[in-house]
């Protein structure tokens, strides 16, 4: 089993900055991508940033240049840099974990949430 704690959300005014941490713990695998998701009333979760235990990484187009997502190999952590924070970014962000056997993903995990608020 995984458990991911998540933390860092908050209110904040909009271009400022916040930073997100997700801590994995259990049998999360040496191959694996760590990753951010949010989601907003009445939409579906999308995808913010993806990161590979071998260091690479996917962006949404909407938070390019603006977020930056890193980890913590020796910590199992992972961390969502959020600079210059617009209202339209204001979401539950998630934290994910995809567990890989070889090259096939194996399953997911996921965190509570955490709440990000952006204030114009």
């Known amino acids: 089993q995984v458990q991911l704690v998540e933390s860092g959300g908050g209110l904040v005014q909009a271009g400022g900055s916040l930073r997100l941490s997700c801590a994995a713990s259990g049998n999360i695998f040496s191959v694996n991508a760590m990753g951010w998701y949010r989601r907003t009333p009445g939409k579906q979760r999308e995808l913010v940033a993806t990161m590979t235990s071998g260091g690479l990484t996917n962006y949404a187009d909407s938070v390019k240049g603006r977020f930056t997502i890193s980890r913590d190999n020796g910590k199992n952590t992972v961390y969502l840099q959020m600079n210059s924070l617009k209202p339209e970014d204001t979401a539950v962000y998630f934290c994910?974990?995809?567990?890989?056997?070889?090259?096939?993903?194996?399953?997911?995990?996921w965190g509570q949430g955490t709440q990000v608020t952006v204030s114009s």
């Open positions: 994910k974990l995809v567990r890989y056997s070889g090259y096939r993903p194996l399953d997911d995990y």
